[in-house]
Structure formats: C-alpha cells, structure tokens
C-alpha cells in the first residue's frame, strides 16, 4: 500500500490524531527538504 493510499484509508473513521500524524509523518518524509531542520520544522507544524 503507497503512503497516499495509507492516507486516503482513515476517511470515514473515528478521528485517532497519532494515528493522523503518523500518516502525516510518512507522507511529510517524501518531500524534498533543504536540511534536517526544514523537516523538523514541518513536522512540528503538522504537530
């Protein structure tokens, strides 16, 4: 299963917000970052 379709899979459940930013942490991990900090950043704003 890719990570869009990971994320597409909670749709109509119950709100479970580590299980959330676990997908979001996974999809987040794809994007191209300059550095560490740039990455560490983001996933504090999804947080």
Do not use: I
Not at 4 to 14: C, F, S, Y
Not at 17 to 22: G, T, Y
Not at 27 to 33: I, K, N, P, S, V
Request: proline share 4%; hydrophobic share 35%; glycine share 2%.
């Amino acid at each position: 299963m890719t990570a869009l379709q990971k994320a597409k899979a909670p749709a109509g459940h119950r709100y479970d917000s580590d299980k959330l930013l676990s997908l979001v942490d996974e999809l987040t991990t794809r994007f191209r970052m300059p550095n560490s900090f740039e990455r560490s950043k983001m996933r504090a704003v999804c947080r």
